[in-house]
């Protein structure tokens, strides 16, 4: 069974930069598309960015691209989001995804999920 581990979340100001790891474990990692999510208290679950099994493809929503960077490391097990130029707009609790396969852009194309970390941006 795949297990998603996320950790880096934190408290930060406004236009700081945090980057969140994601720890993989259960299955190979190098056969899974893998992606980042968060959910604002009140909101639903949005993309914000995925990355092929090998790295060779990503893809952004629209509203972090440019300050966010998702990348993996296949010898870490690890999926990394780099975050800068943070806004108190991206509070929120951050996950990470998985799916055995293209992936996507919407939750259900993902088929693994972890607990989420504590993204807050204070301005």
């Known amino acids: 069974q795949v297990q998603l581990v996320e950790s880096g979340g934190g408290l930060v100001q406004a236009g700081g930069s945090l980057r969140l790891s994601c720890a993989f474990s259960?299955?190979?990692?190098?056969?899974?598309?893998m992606a980042w999510f968060r959910q604002a208290p009140g909101k639903e679950r949005k993309f914000l960015a995925a990355?092929?099994?090998?790295?060779?493809?990503?893809d952004y929503q629209d509203s972090v691209k440019g300050r966010f960077t998702i990348s993996r490391d296949n010898a870490k097990n690890t999926v990394y989001l780099q975050m800068n130029s943070l806004k108190p707009e991206d509070t929120a609790v951050y996950y990470c995804?998985?799916?055995?396969?293209?992936?996507?852009?919407?939750?259900?194309?993902?088929?693994?999920w972890g607990q989420g970390t504590q993204v807050t941006v204070s301005s």
């Open positions: 995804a998985a799916d055995l396969g293209f992936g996507g852009t919407v939750e259900s194309d993902f088929e693994f």
């Open positions: 259960g299955r190979t990692f190098s056969s899974y598309a």
């Open positions: 990355i092929s099994w090998s790295g060779g493809t990503k």
